[in-house]
């Protein structure tokens, strides 16, 4: 993939940002999430690229843009994939809470998992402790590995998980072994990403979120060179059938790193509200800051931008 395209890119996610951001704290999840999504697909529409929205918004029925399946780009120049949350975090940006972010993974044709749209078992760790984790293996053999490797205790490290009446029991293990704990109430991705980001206070991400919110973070974890491992969980039989229907019968089957996104990827994410990997967006008198971080998984290179936005010199999103 030609590299100017993860500049192009963040375009996308940065409009998305704003859009969004205009309705931090006013406790609309929908009227936050729409803003994302109207100003991430009129900003897709002019990049030179044809892609396939592979992880979006929902099936076509259930969503009128950025659905998957659906075609973006001018649909000139190079075929690729997309996965995207225009708003990741939509209860934390109406609530005007920690984390939000507009993220998108970018890969060439046939390099994103299509996940289907249900729960996914994951782990991830940073690079320093690749090659230690083990999806399947009680919480406290992962953290003697990791804190065996960083050359720590166990009560030094940090593990992030979703706070979810699911995961009582893995809290409360955790807790048991020693471990701090950070408990989210959305933005797993985030977390996800910053266990690869030194002096970011996140070691390990385990639990249960969204699957396709998992190949998104694998991407991003593929370019930083950390670690993932996913497995999908299907919770009722609509949900299983879901599964089927795509092609995912083997539930047992474990999705690492590679399996999520292969090939060459990139990833750009753009803070919504201030959080662990990224700074949100600043309104000033006609205009506004937004903080980005673009990464890609060929070169390694992760670039963090800040950028100035000035409203009456481009089109308004």
């Not at 994951?122 to 402790?129: L, Q, R, S, V």
């Not at 985030?190 to 249960?208: K, R």
Request: glycine letters at 10%; aromatic letters at 4%; charged letters at 25%.
């Amino acid at each position: 993939m030609n590299r100017n395209l993860a500049l192009e890119f963040v375009r996308v996610t940065e409009i998305a940002a704003i859009n969004s951001a205009r309705w931090m704290g006013k406790g609309d999840e929908k009227a936050a999430d729409q803003a994302a999504v109207d100003g991430m697909r009129k900003m897709l529409d002019s990049i030179e690229c044809n892609a396939t929205v592979v992880i979006g918004e929902g099936e076509r029925d259930k969503a009128p843009m950025l659905y998957i399946g659906e075609q973006v780009g001018t649909g000139r120049g190079v075929k690729l994939e997309i996965a995207l949350d225009p708003l990741e975090g939509t209860t934390i940006c109406a609530t005007g809470g920690y984390n939000a972010t507009s993220v998108m993974a970018i890969g060439q044709e046939n390099s994103l998992l299509h996940a289907p749209d249900i729960y996914m078992k994951k782990i991830a760790t940073g690079p320093d402790c690749r090659g230690l984790i083990q999806i399947n293996d009680p919480i406290i053999h992962n953290l003697e590995r990791i804190a065996e490797r960083k050359r720590c205790d166990i009560s030094d490290l940090t593990v992030s998980i979703l706070d979810r009446e699911r995961h009582q029991e893995l809290i409360k293990e955790t807790r048991d072994a020693g471990a701090r704990i950070q408990l989210i109430g959305d933005g797993d991705v985030s977390s996800a990403i910053a266990t690869a980001i030194p002096d970011s206070g996140i070691d390990l991400v385990v639990g249960i979120g969204g699957a396709p919110e998992g190949v998104i973070a694998a991407a991003a974890l593929k370019c930083m060179r950390g670690e993932f491992q996913g497995q999908l969980v299907a919770i009722g039989e609509d949900q299983v059938e879901r599964a089927a229907n795509m092609g995912y019968e083997n539930l047992d089957k474990i999705y690492h790193t590679s399996d999520l996104a292969s090939g060459d990827v990139m990833f750009v994410a753009t803070g919504v509200t201030d959080g662990s990997l990224l700074k949100g967006v600043k309104f000033r008198t006609g205009g506004a800051t937004t903080h980005s971080i673009v990464m890609r998984s060929a070169s390694g290179t992760i670039r963090n931008i800040s950028a100035e936005h000035t409203f009456d010199r481009k089109p308004i999103y």
